[in-house]
């Protein structure tokens, strides 16, 4: 079992910074993958952004491409999201998750066990 809870979303203007927590609790060997999620209202869930936990690679939508930044801390079992040069568009919950995954699939919500509750991120113009 593995446990998540995200931290650190908030109310930004357009071009603003934020960083996401997920704290990462449980069966360290339940997850390979971890990602984050975004859902608007209206609109359907995006994979934003995975590490792949063994090894560190990174991928991203290409909607945040170049703006956001994946990293972990495996110290402080922590997930992060850097987001910088925010857009309207990128507001939304924002959801951690993870699971074992085979390669290619980090972007599919579908096949995540794990969530956290989620944290908004709303961006103003």
């Known amino acids: 079992q593995v446990q998540l809870v995200e931290s650190g979303g908030g109310s930004v203007q357009a071009g603003g910074s934020l960083r996401l927590s997920c704290a990462v609790s449980?069966?360290?060997?339940?997850?390979?993958?971890m990602g984050w999620f975004r859902q608007a209202p209206g609109k359907e869930g995006e994979g934003v952004a995975g590490i792949y936990t063994g090894g560190g690679s990174t991928y991203y939508a290409d909607s945040v491409k170049g703006r956001f930044t994946i990293s972990q801390d495996n110290a402080k079992n922590t997930l992060y999201l850097q987001m910088n040069s925010l857009k309207p568009e990128d507001t939304a919950m924002y959801y951690c998750a993870a699971d074992r995954l085979a390669p290619g699939w980090w972007y599919d919500p579908k096949r995540y066990s794990y969530w956290g509750q989620g944290t908004q991120v709303t961006v103003s113009s």
């Open positions: 449980g069966y360290r060997n339940s997850y390979n993958y």
